[in-house]
């Protein structure tokens, strides 16, 4: 399958690695939107959210803690940071892998107005 984040996944593509385990990796976006821009990404090929079944319920669980996970190691958490699934093209997804938009580190800790 011609598919560039399965390619990634499997070392054939080169990518900027922030996270990876046994299901899921994570790595830079090429054309960041964002100071941070991060995809978190399952392996396994499934095409976008419209595709997610219920034996993935863990899956993406998972996908979701260990994006909480890669915000605090990156301190995105202080300052906060946005989360995208695009799904289908009118959604903007142009790569038809589920990925997680994970965005962020826009300035410093917003200061309390009182
Ligand atoms: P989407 O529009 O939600 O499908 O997002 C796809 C994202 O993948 C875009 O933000 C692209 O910049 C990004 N992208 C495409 N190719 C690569 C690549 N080889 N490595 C890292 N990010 C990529
Ligand atoms: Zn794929």
Redesign the pocket.
Known sequence: MDC?FCK?ANKE?R?DIVYEDRKIIA?????PVAPTHI?VVPKKHIPSVDHLEPGDKNLIGDLLLITQKIARQLSLAKTGYKLVF?VGRGG????DHL?L?LLGGWGKKLKNKN
């Open positions: 560039i990634i593509e990518a790595f830079k976006d090429i054309y995809l695009n903007g997804q142009k790569i990925h938009h």
